[in-house]
């Protein structure tokens, strides 16, 4: 049975930095949609950044120019480094991974077969 890891979540003031981790062993390679998810208090779970099908990255707005994703395919584990926090960015991450399937459309958390058990992040203003 494949299990989805997530680490490296806290508490952090804004503008500061974190990077989470998921280990994904067996699906950092696999043609599927890969990446990492989030849901705030009292909102939906919502995309933050993807590898995409041919291995492309993918971000939310709200997000790009502050997380970059990476993965360590032999090491099958699953990065994104995040810098200047924000209060807005307080969530919980999920890794997620076999996305992007019929629909291929890389956001919808109802794409993917695989999730993480998921890991907080707060960022304090």
């Known amino acids: 049975q494949v299990h989805m890891v997530e680490s490296g979540g806290g508490s952090v003031q804004a503008g500061g930095s974190l990077r989470l981790s998921c280990s994904a062993s067996?699906?950092?390679?696999?043609?599927?949609?890969i990446g990492w998810f989030r849901q705030g208090p009292g909102k939906e779970r919502e995309g933050v950044a993807v590898?995409?099908?041919?291995?492309?990255?993918r971000y939310a707005d709200a997000v790009k120019g502050r997380f970059t994703i990476s993965k360590d395919n032999a090491k099958e584990v699953v990065y994104l480094q995040m810098n200047s926090l924000k209060p807005e960015d307080t969530a919980i991450y999920y890794c997620?991974?076999?996305?992007?399937?019929?629909?291929?459309?890389?956001?919808?958390?109802?794409?993917?077969?695989?999730w993480g058990q998921g890991t907080q992040v707060t960022v304090s203003s």
């Open positions: 997620a991974a076999e996305g992007c399937g019929a629909r291929g459309v890389w956001d919808d958390p109802g794409e993917y077969k695989v």
């Open positions: 067996g699906y950092t390679d696999s043609g599927y949609c």
């Open positions: 590898f995409d099908t041919v291995g492309l990255t």
